[in-house]
Nanobody, 116 residues
Framework: VQLVESGGGLVQPGGSLRLSCAAS????????MSWYRQAPGKERELVAG????????NYADSVKGRFTISRDNAKNTVYLQMNSLEPEDTAVYYC??????????WGRGTQVTVSS
């Protein structure tokens, strides 16, 4: 099983980034997918989640209206479009795959830094 995040980097406040998470080694289309983030000195927190079919999404209050999660089951990839980025969004962003109550799969993360 592999989850490989990409698309992170340094961006100015107000800018945009699109994160991608490429999955392999499991039946991607049956798993709910999520993005989490962890800032220095803080606990890992849920940013956004999407159901296996893409029909349902949920977001942390802090990113509602700015971030959009989506998935392409044909490409085994989940995305996180991040707009109007703020310094408070600076964190390592992790991709997570979850099926029912089984232990989730995690990626290694991609760094997002929002700074002028």
């Amino acid at each position: 099983v592999q989850l490989v995040e990409s698309g992170g980097g340094l961006v100015q406040p107000g800018g945009s980034l699109r994160l991608s998470c490429a999955a392999s080694g499991f039946t991607f289309s049956t798993y709910g997918m999520s993005w989490y983030r962890q800032a220095p000195g803080k606990e890992r927190e849920l940013v956004a989640g999407i159901s296996s079919t893409g029909g349902r999404t949920n977001y942390a209050d802090s990113v509602k209206g700015r971030f959009t999660i989506s998935r392409d089951n044909a490409k085994n990839t989940v995305y996180l479009q991040m707009n109007s980025l703020e310094p408070e969004d600076t964190a390592v962003y992790y991709c997570c795959a979850r099926l029912l109550d089984y232990p989730p799969y995690w990626g290694r993360g991609t760094q997002v830094t929002v700074s002028s």
